[in-house]
């Protein structure tokens, strides 16, 4: 059963008419207060990768649980259908565990807190936060297990339970979570930090309604919501086609051999309504590569993609949920059956927004990003040193953003909101690696009129004994181009030993010995291109060649001829670019690099130096227990 809410006697909140100054003030103090959470988080954590790298997410809500600002809503639905208690002043939730709150999180490295805020006893909003610990236990260090077949595999989770009461901390179990993990102590100063954001949010939330009456506040922020709703429906009306759209895209392995795995979505509009279906999705995996993506959350993906794509001034917001609806079949890749692993759900995670812009483009090619997003590399690295203490790095690293219409991607840059890398220097005085190389890739990206953004290409000299984990993906698929852009170049990792021998490394793979003087060159993908290459102004390849972002040689997919003297050569140029036009013929709509799977897999292993990966082993479409599960 639901949550029940417990306060005072006092009249429910109830709507009055709000101006619109008024509505824009509260509006701009509730950005504010929301971004104050960041910057308690950042300067109290202690774990890097919400330190210095912002692995957390932020928000505030109405009584009701709905984002009015922030970065990721839908938290909050899924834990009052989850949590059967109480809810009263002075309290604060956490749970880590996904099928608790039916995928509001989407692994158990992620600690999601939650408070309701209350004045004079009345609840009037709601607050929450999670973040990504660097540690929850399991069988890897990270948490993150490649090889897990049951999420009891990947670190102790916690349903949702009240770890203030009343203002009131319980100690007992956040003694058992800290007990089960391998940095205790980054894991209670990130803890401690998230539950300071979340008093602030309330803090200020109690300022505003003081300052404007509790009914205005309210008001307020259900206006607010109304006019994401309003902006929302005109947007699906005018780029949302009645005529299905179909897309699929592929996570290349799942780190146990096999793959690649299809995702598949069709969209269509029925009157005001957007409509989602993922059927045509492959089953569940064996492996840890499942996402459990709450509805919820996907459609928040959604408006987040269709804000900055058609319209970045819409204020986003929960507003506009009730005008899509997501169909997500039971068992397979993106809603798998408790206890499927989830740990490494990134991969998934990824090419959901390629799987959107593939899909909204379809009707309106003019507003086409091509694929870049991809994926979200992942590298750990841990062991004891030589003075006995325990080291473990995680850190996330990014790759080439997609060309969109507007204009190039960038290079080496990440599409998680306010997302930064963690500097060199942090790395290097805090961990026994040297970084020896960080560098954007010449040609990684995708030719096109709008370029690709190149990948990343990281040296890790490591200077203890030790091991690392590596999770990535677009190693065998490539991240596709539109309108005639090309695909961008695919990620690999080469492992080169100090007695001068190289391995190349899977995408995914954990417990990789490294001794000190050993070398990871870490490459990332690069951003698909957007629109005819052979369309690009010239003095834009010239000016990239010159940057070092694209060579002379690569300057010749764009049908540009470069000189000995690096100027532009206008009659070579000229000849060059009407035999290619000549040689392809008309533009696609979509160019995947491959014609079909079998195809990419027949020339995977010449061209990666790993073996192509087999057909998934598809696990049983219902899994009743544990028990069963593990025999």
């Given at each position: 059963?639901?949550?029940?809410?417990?306060?005072?006697?006092?009249?429910?909140?109830?709507?009055?008419?709000?101006?619109?100054?008024?509505?824009?003030?509260?509006?701009?103090?509730?950005?504010?207060?929301?971004?104050?959470?960041?910057?308690?988080?950042?300067?109290?954590?202690?774990?890097?990768?919400?330190?210095?790298?912002?692995?957390?997410?932020?928000?505030?809500?109405n009584v009701d649980g709905k984002?009015?600002?922030?970065?990721?809503?839908?938290?909050?639905?899924?834990?009052?259908?989850?949590?059967?208690?109480?809810?009263?002043?002075?309290?604060?939730?956490?749970?880590?565990?996904?099928?608790?709150?039916?995928?509001?999180?989407?692994?158990?490295?992620?600690?999601?807190?939650?408070?309701?805020?209350?004045?004079?006893?009345?609840?009037?909003?709601?607050?929450?936060?999670?973040?990504?610990?660097?540690?929850?236990?399991?069988?890897?260090?990270?948490?993150?297990?490649?090889?897990?077949?049951?999420?009891?595999?990947?670190?102790?989770?916690?349903?949702?339970?009240?770890?203030?009461?009343?203002?009131?901390?319980?100690?007992?179990?956040?003694?058992?979570?800290?007990?089960?993990?391998?940095?205790?102590?980054?894991?209670?100063?990130?803890?401690?930090?998230?539950?300071?954001?979340?008093?602030?949010?309330?803090?200020?939330?109690?300022?505003?309604?003081?300052?404007?009456?509790?009914?205005?506040?309210?008001?307020?922020?259900?206006?607010?919501?109304?006019?994401?709703?309003?902006?929302?429906?005109?947007?699906?009306?005018?780029?949302?086609?009645?005529?299905?759209?179909?897309?699929?895209?592929?996570?290349?392995?799942?780190?146990?051999?096999?793959?690649?795995?299809?995702?598949?979505?069709?969209?269509?509009?029925?009157?005001?309504?957007?409509?989602?279906?993922?059927?045509?999705?492959?089953?569940?995996?064996?492996?840890?590569?499942?996402?459990?993506?709450?509805?919820?959350?996907?459609?928040?993906?959604?408006?987040?993609?269709?804000?900055?794509?058609?319209?970045?001034?819409?204020?986003?917001?929960?507003?506009?949920?009730?005008?899509?609806?997501?169909?997500?079949?039971?068992?397979?890749l993106l809603k798998p059956i408790?206890?499927?692993?989830?740990?490494?759900?990134?991969?998934?995670?990824?090419?959901?927004?390629?799987?959107?812009?593939?899909?909204?483009?379809?009707?309106?090619?003019?507003?086409?990003?091509?694929?870049?997003?991809?994926?979200?590399?992942?590298?750990?690295?841990?062991?004891?040193?030589?003075?006995?203490?325990?080291?473990?790095?995680?850190?996330?690293?990014?790759?080439?953003?997609?060309?969109?219409?507007?204009?190039?991607?960038?290079?080496?840059?990440?599409?998680?909101?306010?997302?930064?890398?963690?500097?060199?220097?942090?790395?290097?005085?805090?961990?026994?690696?040297?970084?020896?190389?960080?560098?954007?890739?010449?040609?990684?990206?995708?030719?096109?009129?709008?370029?690709?953004?190149?990948?990343?290409?990281?040296?890790?000299?490591?200077?203890?004994?030790?091991?690392?984990?590596?999770?990535?993906?677009?190693?065998?698929?490539?991240?596709?181009?539109?309108?005639?852009?090309?695909?961008?170049?695919?990620?690999?990792?080469?492992?080169?030993?100090?007695?001068?021998?190289?391995?190349?490394?899977?995408?995914?793979?954990?417990?990789?010995?490294?001794?000190?003087?050993?070398?990871?060159?870490?490459?990332?993908?690069?951003?698909?291109?957007?629109?005819?290459?052979?369309?690009?102004?010239?003095?834009?390849?010239?000016?990239?060649?010159?940057?070092?972002?694209?060579?002379?040689?690569?300057?010749?997919?764009?049908?540009?001829?470069?000189?000995?003297?690096?100027?532009?050569?206008?009659?070579?140029?000229?000849?060059?670019?009407?035999?290619?036009?000549?040689?392809?013929?008309?533009?696609?709509?979509?160019?995947?690099?491959?014609?079909?799977?079998?195809?990419?897999?027949?020339?995977?292993?010449?061209?990666?130096?790993?073996?192509?990966?087999?057909?998934?082993?598809?696990?049983?479409?219902?899994?009743?227990?544990?028990s069963a599960d593990a025999a």
């Amino acid at each position: 059963m639901p949550a029940k809410i417990v306060q005072s006697s006092r009249k429910r909140l109830k709507k009055v008419k709000v101006d619109t100054v008024t509505i824009d003030i509260i509006e701009s103090a509730l950005r504010n207060a929301r971004f104050e959470m960041d910057t308690v988080l950042f300067r109290t954590a202690m774990s890097p990768g919400i330190r210095e790298q912002h692995d957390e997410f932020p928000m505030i809500a109405n009584v009701d649980g709905k984002m009015v600002v922030g970065q990721f809503g839908s938290f909050i639905h899924g834990f009052m259908q989850g949590y059967g208690g109480t809810v009263e002043e002075g309290d604060v939730f956490l749970t880590n565990d996904p099928y608790s709150v039916d995928g509001a999180i989407s692994h158990a490295n992620d600690w999601l807190m939650l408070m309701p805020i209350y004045r004079a006893g009345r609840l009037i909003a709601w607050t929450a936060m999670f973040g990504h610990m660097t540690d929850v236990g399991g069988k890897v260090a990270g948490s993150l297990p490649t090889d897990a077949r049951t999420i009891y595999e990947e670190g102790i989770t916690v349903p949702p339970v009240k770890i203030f009461k009343r203002g009131v901390l319980n100690e007992d179990v956040l003694k058992i979570m800290l007990h089960n993990c391998r940095l205790p102590h980054w894991n209670l100063s990130d803890f401690n930090a998230i539950a300071a954001a979340l008093r602030t949010a309330g803090a200020r939330c109690i300022e505003i309604s003081e300052r404007f009456g509790d009914d205005v506040f309210h008001s307020a922020m259900t206006e607010m919501l109304a006019r994401n709703r309003r902006a929302m429906r005109e947007l699906i009306q005018r780029t949302v086609p009645e005529s299905k759209q179909y897309f699929e895209d592929y996570i290349c392995d799942d780190g146990m051999g096999m793959g690649p795995y299809k995702i598949a979505c069709s969209m269509w509009r029925e009157g005001e309504k957007c409509i989602f279906d993922f059927k045509g999705t492959d089953p569940q995996s064996l492996s840890s590569i499942n996402f459990l993506l709450n509805e919820e959350m996907f459609k928040m993906f959604a408006g987040v993609y269709m804000i900055m794509v058609f319209d970045p001034q819409i204020l986003f917001n929960d507003g506009f949920y009730d005008l899509m609806e997501v169909r997500i079949p039971e068992g397979t890749l993106l809603k798998p059956i408790k206890p499927a692993a989830l740990s490494c759900r990134t991969h998934a995670l990824g090419r959901i927004f390629d799987i959107l812009g593939g899909l909204l483009g379809q009707g309106n090619p003019q507003f086409m990003c091509a694929a870049g997003f991809s994926d979200s590399p992942h590298l750990m690295y841990s062991g004891y040193d030589r003075n006995g203490d325990w080291y473990q790095l995680y850190q996330i690293t990014f790759g080439g953003i997609p060309g969109k219409p507007f204009g190039d991607g960038p290079d080496g840059h990440s599409l998680w909101p306010s997302f930064t890398n963690v500097p060199n220097e942090f790395l290097e005085s805090y961990f026994p690696l040297r970084i020896e190389a960080y560098e954007t890739i010449p040609d990684s990206g995708g030719p096109g009129k709008n370029r690709g953004g190149n990948g990343l290409r990281i040296g890790y000299r490591f200077l203890e004994p030790g091991e690392i984990s590596i999770h990535d993906d677009r190693w065998l698929t490539y991240p596709w181009g539109v309108n005639g852009g090309l695909p961008g170049a695919r990620s690999r990792k080469t492992l080169l030993r100090k007695d001068g021998s190289q391995t190349p490394l899977p995408s995914k793979v954990d417990h990789v010995k490294v001794e000190a003087g050993d070398l990871l060159i870490a490459d990332t993908w690069g951003g698909g291109g957007c629109g005819d290459p052979l369309e690009r102004d010239p003095a834009k390849v010239k000016f990239d060649v010159d940057a070092g972002l694209v060579t002379r040689d690569g300057a010749r997919r764009y049908g540009v001829v470069i000189n000995n003297q690096g100027a532009i050569d206008e009659v070579a140029t000229k000849l060059l670019r009407t035999k290619m036009a000549e040689e392809r013929g008309p533009v696609t709509l979509f160019d995947r690099g491959f014609r079909s799977i079998d195809e990419l897999k027949a020339r995977c292993l010449s061209e990666t130096g790993l073996a192509p990966p087999t057909q998934p082993e598809f696990g049983r479409s219902k899994r009743k227990t544990a028990s069963a599960d593990a025999a």
